[in-house]
């Protein structure tokens, strides 16, 4: 039998709708639509604790991006057969899926899958020892330590790979205060739930690799069940550091971010052609010498940032098929457009 840790602290000024229960549990069917933000924002790791505030400001999107969160029949899932035991099923449109149970005392998560784009579908499974995320109540000072163990499965060099997986995840409500957001959006009694899993597995040819998946879910159970701003980071490492061999990096909000005004956004405009493309694109437009171009993925991840001059070809063989933003900076002012690969 496995053992948890479980530490909670229900502090007497915690009010009711600032703790995690079974009564605000999400329930199928619960939805929510996101806004896509930039992917590196500062997670505010540091802030934490009692009547702390969030200051998110100054935070970027990208405009008419937007991502569907919602809770559904892990049956209605593409990867439902791999989670058989599950009963729901956290989806964040085209990107995360997070397969779970619940009941009036806990929420158990199976397991995971996620889109990275050298790897496909990454799908770690809990098949052998659960992963216990929240134990009714959960509020501030709740901590809850526990072991999980399964496998990983994804696409490595064109070849299916099943590698086994074992870890330790650390799960907790570690801040409750105001959350701000860009547009004077400012949120009181707001409540962060954070995680941090981290499993180790084998990768073909290079070996021992550590599988990381860090969330911070921010709740106003005033206003839903569902997170109203997440921040995600899941990456595939070997040991010791170093660039990740995958990486998957997600920040969504619920309220509108900041965006390129009309008058910054016609300081300068450019174009991509052909497009759509397979191997081979061509960047034309009234920038300066001194601008940078970048490739994002649609999670809001750089995959490749460049100093480019118009005219200039870009080689985008190596992208999976898809749709990415293309982002050039000049002078402080940012313009984007939407490339598709073939």
Same mark, same amino acid.
């Given at each position: +039998?496995?053992?948890?840790?479980?530490?909670?602290?229900?502090f007497a000024?915690?009010?009711a709708?600032?703790?995690?229960?079974?009564?605000?549990?999400? =329930?199928?069917?619960?939805?929510?639509?996101?806004? &896509?933000?930039?992917?590196?924002?500062?997670?505010?790791?540091?802030?934490?604790?009692?009547?702390?505030?969030w200051?998110?400001?100054?935070?970027?999107?990208? @405009?008419?991006?937007?991502?569907?969160?919602?809770?559904?029949?892990?049956?209605?899932?593409?990867f439902?057969?791999?989670?058989? /035991?599950?009963?729901?099923?956290? @989806?964040?449109?085209?990107?995360?899926t997070?397969?779970?149970?619940? !009941?009036?005392?806990?929420?158990?998560?199976?397991?995971?899958?996620?889109?990275? /784009?050298?790897?496909?579908?990454?799908?770690?499974?809990?098949?052998?020892?659960?992963?216990?995320?929240?134990?009714?109540? %959960?509020?501030?000072?709740?901590?809850?330590?526990?072991?999980y163990?399964?496998? *990983?499965?994804?696409?490595?060099?064109?070849?299916?790979?099943?590698?086994?997986?074992t870890?330790?995840? #650390?799960?907790?409500?570690?801040? @409750?205060?105001?959350?701000?957001?860009?547009n004077?959006?400012?949120?009181?009694?707001?409540?962060?739930?954070?995680s941090?899993?981290?499993? =180790?597995?084998i *990768?073909?040819?290079?070996?021992? =690799?550590? &599988? +990381?998946?860090?969330?911070?879910?921010? #709740?106003?159970?005033?206003?839903?069940?569902?997170?109203?701003?997440?921040?995600? !980071?899941?990456?595939?490492? &070997?040991?010791?550091?170093?660039?990740?061999?995958?990486? &998957?990096?997600?920040?969504?909000?619920?309220?509108?971010?900041? #965006?390129?005004?009309?008058?910054?956004?016609?300081?300068?405009?450019?174009?991509?052609?052909?497009?759509? /493309?397979?191997?081979?694109?061509?960047?034309?437009?009234?920038?300066?010498?001194? =601008?940078?171009?970048?490739?994002?993925?649609?999670?809001?991840?750089?995959?490749? !940032?460049?100093?480019?001059?118009?005219? @200039?070809?870009?080689?985008?063989?190596?992208? /999976? !098929?898809?749709?990415? %933003?293309f982002?050039?900076?000049?002078?402080?002012?940012?313009?984007?457009?939407?490339?598709?690969?073939?």
């Amino acid at each position: +039998m496995k053992k948890i840790l479980l530490s909670t602290f229900l502090f007497a000024s915690v009010s009711a709708n600032a703790q995690m229960t079974s009564a605000n549990e999400p =329930a199928i069917g619960e939805t929510s639509t996101m806004f &896509l933000c930039d992917s590196l924002s500062d997670n505010l790791n540091a802030i934490s604790g009692s009547g702390v505030t969030w200051d998110y400001t100054g935070l970027n999107g990208y @405009q008419g991006e937007t991502r569907v969160v919602d809770v559904v029949d892990p049956a209605s899932t593409p990867f439902a057969a791999s989670y058989p /035991a599950s009963t729901k099923a956290f @989806q964040v449109e085209n990107t995360l899926t997070t397969y779970f149970t619940s !009941t009036a005392s806990e929420r158990v998560s199976q397991g995971f899958q996620f889109n990275e /784009a050298s790897f496909g579908d990454v799908l770690a499974t809990y098949t052998n020892d659960e992963q216990t995320m929240v134990t009714y109540p %959960f509020a501030l000072g709740g901590l809850i330590v526990d072991a999980y163990d399964g496998n *990983v499965d994804y696409t490595f060099n064109g070849f299916p790979v099943s590698e086994t997986l074992t870890g330790t995840a #650390y799960s907790w409500v570690d801040g @409750q205060g105001t959350l701000d957001l860009p547009n004077g959006i400012s949120l009181p009694n707001v409540i962060r739930y954070k995680s941090i899993d981290t499993a =180790a597995t084998i *990768v073909p040819l290079l070996g021992a =690799a550590e &599988l +990381m998946k860090t969330q911070y879910e921010y #709740y106003d159970y005033t206003d839903q069940n569902l997170p109203i701003f997440i921040h995600t !980071t899941i990456s595939l490492a &070997l040991p010791g550091g170093g660039l990740p061999l995958a990486e &998957l990096s997600l920040v969504l909000s619920k309220y509108e971010a900041n #965006y390129a005004s009309i008058d910054d956004i016609n300081k300068f405009t450019f174009n991509v052609f052909p497009n759509p /493309a397979k191997d081979m694109i061509s960047v034309k437009g009234n920038f300066s010498a001194e =601008a940078t171009g970048s490739i994002i993925d649609q999670s809001g991840r750089v995959l490749e !940032t460049i100093n480019i001059q118009s005219g @200039q070809s870009i080689n985008i063989s190596d992208l /999976a !098929t898809g749709s990415y %933003f293309f982002t050039i900076q000049d002078s402080g002012f940012i313009t984007t457009k939407t490339i598709v690969k073939k």
